[in-house]
């Protein structure tokens, strides 16, 4: 059974760093892309980023490209969203998931594996 688990949110201020971590079990994940998404209160969920395990190809978001940076270490299974540059208007709950395949996927209903999520509040 697929686990995947994050942490690292927080409070910050603008112009803050913050790294989010998700630690992801029960199977091999060389052939799955993990992504990050967000969602503000009353907002849809959004995607962030996404990296593909194999190899490493990402893809960003317009809006976080350039500050964030998704990573991947494969001994500790982990894969991790490097946040710089952080605005008011990042504040969400942030989750990581999982797909299979090998295609870097920006929506939500192409991924089958979901964390709990985390907090991240920047606050201005």
């Known amino acids: 059974q697929v686990q995947l688990v994050e942490s690292g949110g927080g409070l910050v201020q603008a112009g803050g760093s913050l790294r989010l971590s998700c630690a992801a079990s029960?199977?091999?994940?060389?052939?799955?892309?993990m992504g990050w998404f967000r969602q503000a209160p009353g907002k849809e969920r959004e995607f962030v980023a996404a990296?593909?395990?194999?190899?490493?190809?990402?893809y960003y978001a317009d809006s976080v490209k350039s500050r964030f940076t998704i990573s991947r270490d494969n001994a500790k299974n982990t894969v991790y969203l490097q946040m710089d540059g952080l605005k008011p208007e990042d504040t969400a709950v942030y989750s990581c998931a999982a797909r299979s395949g090998f295609q870097l996927q920006r929506g939500a209903h192409d991924y089958d594996y979901w964390g709990q999520g985390t907090q991240v509040t920047v606050s201005s």
């Open positions: 990296i593909r395990w194999s190899g490493g190809s990402t």
């Open positions: 029960g199977r091999t994940f060389s052939s799955y892309v």
